[in-house]
C-alpha cells in the first residue's frame, strides 16, 4: 500500500502516548481516526482526551471521530465498532493499545487491580477484536495490531509483577492464536513492542524520572506501527514485531531522532532479552 488515505483505524487507548502518536501518523495520510478512550473530560494528572487528539487529528490532516468507549464494556464496544464503521463506512485496522499496569507482586496485588488488568489488556483486547470482525473481512488490507511483548517464557519476566506478565502476555496469545485462525480470511494479526522504554503515562508513573529521560518518543511506535500497516495483510502476520527492527527493515538508520535525550543512553523495555 502506498499510503492510508481513506482507511479507517479504530485505536482502543488513543487518548495520550502511543495511541495517540499512531493516530496522528495514520492521520498524516489522510486516514479516517476513530478515537477512543475512557478520558472524555480532561484528568487531574493525565494529559489528553479524545476530544484534543480528535482536534490534533484533524489539524495532521485526517478525519477523526472521538468515542468514549470503556473496553471492559461489551455493549459499550459493539456500539462503538457500530457506529464507527456506520460514520466511515467499515474498519481497515483495529489497534488495541488500551492497558492498564500495576507492577507489584502476588501479595501486594489486589484483587480489584488483578481484575482491572485482565478486564482492559486481555477481555478488551479479545472483544474489540471480535467485534470488529465482521468489517475487518471485508477490508482490502485489514490489520489487527496488539501493543504486546513477545511471549517468552523465564520466570525473570514474571517473578516481579506476575499478574502484569499475565495480563499482557494474553494480549499476546490472541495475536498468537488470531493470526492462526484468520489467516485464511486474510486479516493480519501482529504485536508491536518497543526495544526500549517509550515516554509515556506508564512509564512516567511507574518508573524513576532517569527511566524517562533514557526512554524514546511514542513517535517510533507509531512510524513502526504505520510500517507494520502498509504491509500486504496476507504474508505480513503472525509476527511479534519488534519497533526498532521494523524501522531498521524500512531503511531507517538514524534513531536518535526518537531518543527523549539525544546523545543520551537508553533503558531496554522488560520482557526482551
Same mark, same amino acid.
Given at each position: 500500500m502506498s499510503d492510508l488515505r481513506g482507511k479507517t483505524v479504530f485505536i482502543a487507548g488513543a487518548s495520550r502516548g502511543i495511541g495517540r502518536a499512531i493516530a496522528l501518523r495514520c492521520a498524516r495520510d489522510g486516514?479516517?481516526?476513530v478515537v477512543t478512550a475512557k478520558s472524555a473530560t480532561p484528568h487531574t494528572k493525565l494529559p489528553g482526551t479524545i476530544h =484534543?487528539? %480528535?482536534? #490534533?487529528?484533524? %489539524?495532521?490532516g485526517g478525519?477523526? !471521530?472521538?468515542?468514549? @468507549?470503556d473496553v471492559r464494556d461489551e455493549a459499550a464496544i459493539a456500539a462503538a465498532v457500530q457506529q464507527a464503521a456506520s460514520h466511515f463506512g467499515g474498519i481497515d485496522i483495529l489497534v488495541n493499545n488500551a492497558s492498564a499496569i500495576q @507492577? =507489584?507482586? =502476588? %501479595?501486594?496485588?489486589?484483587a480489584k487491580r488483578f481484575d482491572l488488568m485482565f478486564?482492559?489488556? $486481555?477481555?478488551? =483486547?479479545?472483544l474489540c477484536s471480535q467485534a470488529c @470482525?465482521?468489517?475487518? $473481512?471485508?477490508?482490502?488490507?485489514?490489520?489487527? @495490531?496488539? !501493543?504486546?511483548?513477545? !511471549?517468552?517464557?523465564?520466570?525473570q519476566w514474571f517473578r516481579n509483577h506476575v499478574a502484569y506478565t499475565m495480563a499482557k502476555y494474553g494480549m499476546s496469545m490472541c495475536t498468537?492464536?488470531?493470526?492462526? #485462525?484468520?489467516r485464511a480470511q486474510g486479516i493480519a494479526v501482529n504485536s508491536l513492542w518497543p526495544r526500549t522504554t517509550i515516554a509515556t503515562a506508564a512509564i512516567e508513573v511507574n518508573f524513576p524520572a532517569a527511566i524517562m529521560r533514557a526512554s524514546r518518543k511514542p513517535d517510533i511506535m507509531a512510524d513502526a506501527a504505520y510500517a507494520i500497516f502498509r504491509r500486504d495483510s496476507r504474508s505480513a502476520t503472525g509476527h511479534f514485531y519488534i519497533d526498532e527492527a521494523v524501522l531498521r527493515e524500512e531503511g531507517c538508520t538514524d534513531f536518535d531522532i526518537y531518543a527523549v535525550t539525544p546523545g543520551g543512553p537508553l533503558q531496554q523495555d522488560f520482557f526482551l532479552d
Open positions: 486516514a479516517n481516526i =484534543t487528539v %480528535a482536534t #490534533e487529528v484533524a %489539524a495532521a478525519k477523526a !471521530l472521538a468515542i468514549q @468507549l @507492577l =507489584t507482586g =502476588t %501479595a501486594d496485588t489486589a478486564g482492559v489488556n $486481555v477481555r478488551g =483486547t479479545f @470482525l465482521p468489517f475487518l $473481512v471485508k477490508a482490502a488490507n485489514p490489520h489487527i @495490531l496488539n !501493543l504486546a511483548p513477545p !511471549l517468552n517464557m523465564k520466570a498468537l492464536g488470531m493470526s492462526g #485462525e484468520f
